[in-house]
């Protein structure tokens, strides 16, 4: 089938490598003319995925129509804060007919929408969403991994699932949209708590404690948003968590560490070339939860060293200084 990924990032590139295994026909689409140029000349994606050797088979452009000329899949992999811009762009070329599937891992920064619901809301569609514990480092080379499928209609996850699912590409099927989306974007900021525990220099007990309580606070915020609470149990939720927060390829977890080891934001995010959402969402995700009555505390002090200055370690103390409640709530 013709496949468009609109989107030349590390994870964008992953997933077109993925198709192109399976013996799609891939386009890949990027913004900037001259970095696609370099892509398609020396077939490595240097910025964002430096040292795997891409296929001559995937093509590359930064042509709009062009990218998704009669496209039967159309995969959406461009980072949350530019999510909308890109959608609107190619509104009036993805073809009617077209399965479109959103893997971006995050949420609108000004109306705190899901980015599925974003895109549904501009191209008047439905569309699918996919996410799980899968670096976008690991996919390109092959390392075994699996990951979810969501759409509203299960007859199209399984029509997607079979275009994605191969021998180190495992695939499954549900029809939880708002879980398997939330489970991918608000696990970033739990991540970024998590790096800043490794920043501080605390042990495996103290980021197990982030981790569990911090599905927690997804699973609780992602149910009074709609989702079902065992959507959090699989890969977009309890998976996708664990090797965000445990990884050492996590861009949210690095980004948590050098805050944690006393970096400021600014200078962090000026060396970075890749996206960590889990700074531009802990504000949305914090927001959500504020409007819901939902409470997250790792989400809200993660929010405060992030966009309010607060030291790493007094964030700790008033996790820590908090009234026990019972494991359950």
Not at 26 to 49: A, C, M, Q, S
Not at 217 to 237: C, H
Not at 310 to 325: C, F, Q, S
Request: proline share 4%; aromatic share 6%.
């Amino acid at each position: 089938m013709k496949v468009t990924v609109i989107g030349d990032g590390g994870w964008g590139t992953a997933l077109a490598m993925v198709l192109d295994r399976n013996g799609h026909e891939v386009t890949v689409w990027g913004p900037f003319e001259n970095y696609v140029d370099e892509i398609r000349i020396f077939r490595e994606n240097v910025t964002y995925l430096p040292g795997v050797k891409l296929p001559d088979t995937i093509s590359w452009t930064s042509v709009h129509e062009n990218a998704v000329e009669e496209a039967e899949l159309v995969v959406i992999v461009v980072p949350s804060r530019y999510y909308k811009d890109t959608v609107e762009a190619f509104k009036n070329y993805i073809p009617e007919n077209a399965l479109i599937v959103s893997a971006t891992k995050g949420l609108d920064e000004k109306t705190y929408e899901r980015m599925s619901e974003v895109a549904e809301k501009i191209l008047g569609r439905d569309v699918a969403v996919l996410s799980g514990p899968s670096h976008a480092e690991e996919v390109a080379r092959g390392v075994p991994c699996a990951v979810a499928i969501a759409a509203k209609d299960h007859a199209v996850a399984e029509q997607i699932q079979e275009m994605f699912v191969n021998d180190t590409f495992r695939v499954y099927t549900l029809d939880d949209v708002i879980g398997v989306e939330l489970g991918g974007a608000l696990k970033n900021v739990v991540a970024v708590a998590a790096g800043i525990s490794d920043g501080l220099g605390f042990g495996d007990n103290t980021k197990a404690a982030l981790m569990t309580r911090g599905i927690a606070e997804i699973t609780r915020l992602g149910t009074a948003l709609g989702a079902k609470p065992e959507t959090f149990m699989g890969l977009s939720g309890i998976g996708d968590l664990m090797v965000t927060c445990m990884s050492q390829h996590s861009r949210n977890r690095g980004v948590g560490e050098r805050l944690g080891r006393g970096e400021t934001l600014e200078d962090i995010m000026a060396s970075m070339k890749m996206v960590a959402e889990g700074v531009w969402n802990c504000q949305a995700a914090a927001a959500l939860a504020g409007e819901k009555g939902v409470p997250v505390p790792i989400t809200d002090q993660v929010n405060a060293v992030v966009h309010g200055g607060k030291d790493p370690r007094e964030a700790v103390i008033d996790l820590m200084g908090r009234a026990p409640k019972p494991e359950q709530e």
